[in-house]
């Protein structure tokens, strides 16, 4: 058997038909891809209605007509041509696109590989233009009757690449592709009027002038009204808005998640990505968001010309959008979620926000404003208030009377009111109410029991008399708060709430350099391996920020002279290993906000209430009420979320038989 050698044979210019086909190989995949290129084109022409009729899933008939600007006959004529288009003139321009299509292919590949047909007018008093294709091949030119606005047929599609034709599916197959293109494009073009009829029967309806939240209810029903929140963000390099879903209602699929860039749909990693991270915890394993967003992006910042079918894009700064998305849709579903959840906007108590171009390393020692304190000393931490033996602590939960403590732990100059006792200050406000308190479980409500006392739950003064927008109805395992608020019936998980508001307020008086801490008459000696040692001294000025006071004891021991005052002294050593592990991790240069970020972290770790920690019916009101108060997040310091609500309508759905 012989073997033909291809370099042998003479080298030829391909016949344009030929051409043709191969290029209708990357832009006509199958029915669906004819009815993406047609609609783009009728957007492109200013249409403010389409009409869509299909048969058989578009394999024997696509026409779509709209009421856009049209074209005159000589404009017809080069339309159909390959590489003609009316959107782009020069190279500039293709980092300049506004438009859907400049490509100027998508018509000529459609007529390589059909019988088409293009009627069209842009001014009624010249007449319309008919002109009819086959195969590539011109068959016809010549006038017509038709309205302003252009219309296409498209019928035996694939008929001369007869391997193109085997690869089509079933009808049904074929026509959800297509209902899907016209999904896509009737979000991201609200206010364009579109129609689908198949087999002369008509499958979608859809009036124009709407807004995007409208449109989606015309798509996907009433019910995504609950399910959905808005977002809007106004930045100079990326605009973006519409709907995402609630952190707290995410799906088993991707199937509802639409991103428009400059209103084209498009897929893109980045994109993506940066949701998903911006969502962060709030995500299980197998769950996904609902997204329907509209991204606005200087054209020049973008490459639309990285495949024929044009629905993906390159950003010039990948990372930058990822950022600015994962960080403004994680800003958004806590502000959503408080929003829900209280009922008003929260202003939360946070570390400076990184800034969208981000990640700025900055050396340990720049990054912090330490420049004022020197190792081993306490300033700027607000000196001890009390000084007080070490051993006289009791251990966390064990606390005999709050009366016999220091009434706050943190005190917040803004908020510095006269302070009165939890217990009386919620009786009174029951007294007022006329309510009486009930417990589902737990000790008899006394306002904060004696054996029960929690160490830190009053963290702020004056103490919120009681939380306004949601009821306290019981405490569940030791571990879950019950309430009720209008979202319906939520459980809190207390524990990790108790260490998100401890977090919070130890950020803002570490930023104000107002750490209150306790001293110890006898300091308390650490032993450190030698690498702990040198991180320890190192990292000296930092933690007297941080309200440890700690100064070298000779060889690679270290005495600790304070500490934060929400913590007990037998968590001194734990901690500041802890920390010290944390640094570890950061090296030698860190970032400033995140390395004090840890530190807060784990100083409210251990000042938080076990895991499991009875509660009065009192102290969970004060809980929640402080909550509120602040406007902390509803997700805990590691972004997990912090409750779980249930709807009566979730609820009722699940008790029908
Ligand atoms: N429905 C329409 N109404 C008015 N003009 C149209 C319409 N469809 C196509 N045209 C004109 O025909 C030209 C060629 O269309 P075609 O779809 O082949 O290329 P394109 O849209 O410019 O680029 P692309 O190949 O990326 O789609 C367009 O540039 C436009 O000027
Ligand atoms: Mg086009």
Redesign the pocket.
């Known amino acids: 058997m012989t073997q033909t050698s291809f370099t042998e044979n003479k080298v030829k210019i391909l016949p344009e038909s030929l051409i043709n086909k191969i290029a209708a190989g990357e ?1 006509v995949e199958r029915p669906a891809s004819v009815v993406k ?2 609609l ?3 957007i ?2 200013g ?1 403010t209605e389409v009409q869509v009729s299909i048969k058989n899933g578009g394999k024997d008939l696509i026409s ?1 007509l ?1 009421n ?4 005159n006959e000589s ?2 004529q ?3 041509e390959r590489h ?4 782009i003139i020069d190279e500039e321009d293709l980092f300049r696109i506004r ?11 459609i007529a390589a590989v059909s019988h088409f047909e ?1 009627l ?1 007018c ?1 001014d009624e008093s010249h007449g319309a233009t008919r002109i009819f294709i086959k195969g590539g091949c011109l068959e016809q030119v010549g006038k017509i009757g038709f309205p302003k ?2 219309k ?1 047929t498209v019928e035996r599609l694939f008929y001369n690449t007869p391997a193109r034709l085997k690869f089509l599916k079933t009808t049904a197959t074929e026509l959800q592709h297509i209902q899907q293109h016209i999904v896509q494009k009737s979000l991201a073009h609200p206010h364009i009027c579109f129609r689908l009829t198949h087999n002369r029967q008509m499958l979608l309806n859809l009036s124009g002038g709407q807004d995007l939240k409208t449109r989606i209810q015309q798509l996907f029903g009433e019910d995504f009204k609950e399910i959905l929140m808005t977002v809007n963000h106004e930045e100079t390099y990326l605009q973006f808005s519409g709907f995402i879903s609630f952190p707290s209602k995410p799906r088993t699929s991707r199937r509802w998640q639409y991103i428009f860039v400059n209103e084209r749909n498009i897929k893109s990693p980045s994109i993506n990505h940066g949701i998903y991270d911006g969502y962060g915890t709030f995500l299980g394993k197998g769950q996904h968001p609902i997204f329907f967003l509209n991204l606005h992006i200087d054209p020049s910042e973008i490459d639309v010309n990285v495949h024929p079918a ?1 629905t993906e894009i390159r950003f010039r700064n990948n990372q930058l959008v990822h950022t600015i998305l994962s960080d403004q849709i994680s800003r958004a579903l806590k502000e959503g979620a408080s929003r829900r959840f209280f009922g008003r906007e929260h202003s939360h108590v946070q570390m400076p926000h990184t800034e969208v171009s981000g990640q700025i390393e900055l050396p340990m020692e720049d990054s912090l404003p330490l420049e004022e304190f020197h190792s081993g000393d306490t300033p700027g931490a607000r000196k001890t208030v009390h000084t007080k033996e070490a051993r006289e602590l009791p251990p966390r939960g064990s606390l005999k009377s709050t009366a016999s403590r220091r009434k706050t732990t943190f005190l917040q100059e803004n908020r510095t009111v006269q302070t009165k006792p939890v217990r009386e200050s919620l009786k009174s406000h029951n007294e007022i109410q006329g309510t009486t308190v009930s417990s589902l479980s737990g000790p008899v409500d006394t306002g904060f029991a004696e054996v029960n006392d929690v160490r830190n739950l009053r963290l702020i003064e004056p103490l919120p008399e009681s939380p306004k927008k949601i009821h306290v109805l019981g405490q569940f395992r030791k571990k879950y708060i019950i309430a009720e608020n209008d979202a319906g019936l939520v459980l809190i998980d207390q524990r990790a709430l108790h260490e998100r508001l401890l977090y919070d307020i130890y950020v803002e008086v570490l930023q104000k350099k107002e750490v209150s801490v306790q001293t110890f008459k006898a300091s308390l000696l650490l032993e450190l391996s030698p690498q702990e040692s040198v991180l320890l001294e190192q990292s000296m000025e930092l933690l007297a920020l941080s309200g440890f006071a700690v100064s070298p004891f000779g060889g690679s021991t270290f005495a600790v002279n304070t500490i934060p005052e929400c913590l007990n002294e037998d968590q001194v050593e734990k901690v500041i290993r802890e920390i010290l592990d944390r640094l570890v991790l950061f090296g030698k240069r860190g970032q400033g906000d995140e390395i004090l970020k840890d530190v807060c972290q784990v100083v409210a770790k251990h000042g938080a209430m076990f895991s499991e920690q009875e509660l009065t019916q009192s102290e969970m009101e004060c809980l929640l009420a402080q909550w509120e108060e602040l406007g902390s997040p509803m997700s805990s310091i590691k972004e997990a979320p912090i409750l779980v609500e249930f709807s009566l309508q979730e609820l009722e759905k699940r008790l029908r038989h």
């Open positions: 832009v290129e047609l783009e084109n009728a492109d022409a249409a779509i709209d856009g600007c049209g074209m404009n017809a080069l339309a159909v003609a288009t009316s959107k438009t859907l299509g400049f490509r100027g292919e998508a018509l000529a590949s293009i069209t842009n606005g252009t296409v044009k």
